[in-house]
């Protein structure tokens, strides 16, 4: 999911108001696509040493878009990780690129092209945030 997107979409995931059975499925299926890469990406950087860079995107983009949590600032967590706010940044920057890579790779699985991976990134985004 572009989370850039579906951040300044919902702010919080959206929510379904008179969803079909499709849509509940579809959306539950979606949620759990994202959470796989989430896994992955927690993974690697475990295996890498780069805890900092998943729990920032964690406290930046994850927890406030898939789960409505108030979004920590940059300065709150390089004060916690002992960084600039520019390192910061660039941390999220990388764990961003990580996770729409590991999405790509969960799609890729069933997707025939790049177009298709793609085009299902996008509806999968805005069924997320249909409200």
């Known amino acids: 999911v ?3 997107a579906l951040e300044s979409e919902t702010g919080a995931g959206g929510g379904v108001e008179h969803a079909t059975p499709e849509d509940i499925f579809m959306r539950v299926w979606a949620q759990r696509l ?3 890469a989430v896994k992955n990406l927690q993974a690697e950087f475990q ?3 780069k805890q900092a860079h998943y729990e920032i995107f964690l406290a930046c983009l994850w927890a406030p878009v898939m789960e409505g949590a108030a979004p920590v600032s940059h300065a709150a967590l390089g004060q916690r990780f002992d960084l ?3 390192e910061v940044s660039n941390r999220l920057i990388t764990a961003k690129r990580g996770y729409e890579r590991h999405l790509r790779q969960e799609i890729k699985r069933y997707a ?3 177009t298709d991976v793609t085009a299902e990134i996008q509806d999968l985004t805005r069924l997320l945030a249909a409200k």
């Open 47 to 49: 295996a890498g040493g």
């Open 84 to 86: 600039t706010e520019k």
């Open 2 to 4: 572009d989370m850039d």
């Open 112 to 114: 025939l092209t790049e």
């Open 34 to 36: 994202f959470a796989e």
